[in-house]
């Protein structure tokens, strides 16, 4: 191949069971990891140069927070990312999940960004919530997601990259066989 280097390499440190700390190259899969994530399926995922942190105060409720400096394209090359990351997550109920994200992306202007995503400096902040429930009865199952995302420029970023994104989703399983409609 043309690109072969590092993957992950971090140092982690745990003063608790309830606190992770991570420093170094890591994968980072924000809120709906449709406005980041690792793109898991190529064979160079994309990674974050940074540090994060996951706290765990209670069984039913997570945060997160990282930032990161640079990132490891999945073409291989690294750049300049900028990358503020924070999410939190709770389990208020069995069968019920919410979890709010928020994701500052102010990578370097570029003129081949153009190319790529239609706007020289793509600089955005987003913001979302995703709302997750699902009940059990016999052999049913009944499943549902509900999630909003609100996406701004930020800094010099391009008015362009301003959208408002949302999923409604349902799932009925019954004997290894499941039906799911999503818009």
């Not at 930032?67 to 394209?73: E, I, L, P, V, Y």
């Not at 570029?110 to 902040?125: E, K, M, P, Q, R």
């Amino acid at each position: 191949p043309r690109y072969t280097g590092l993957n992950i390499a971090t140092l982690r440190w745990s003063p608790d069971p309830a606190l992770q700390v991570v420093a170094g190259r890591q994968a980072v899969k924000p809120g709906n990891e449709r406005h980041g994530s690792n793109d898991g399926f190529r064979q160079l995922p994309q990674l974050f140069d940074g540090a994060s942190l996951r706290w765990t105060p209670f069984d039913n409720s997570a945060l997160y927070l990282g930032h990161f400096a640079q990132m490891r394209t999945k073409f291989g090359p690294i750049q300049k990312a900028n990358l503020s990351v924070g999410e939190c997550a709770w389990n208020p109920s069995e069968g019920l999940s919410a979890t709010a994200f928020v994701i500052r992306h102010t990578p370097p202007a570029a003129f081949s960004n153009t190319f790529l995503y239609g706007v020289a400096d793509y600089a955005n902040v987003t913001a979302g919530i995703t709302l997750d429930a699902n009940t059990t009865w016999g052999e049913n199952r009944l499943s549902a997601t509900a999630e909003l995302t609100r996406q701004r420029a930020t800094a010099s970023g391009s008015p362009l990259v301003a959208a408002n994104h949302y999923r409604i989703g349902s799932a009925f399983s019954r004997a290894g066989w499941t039906l799911r409609a999503d818009h």
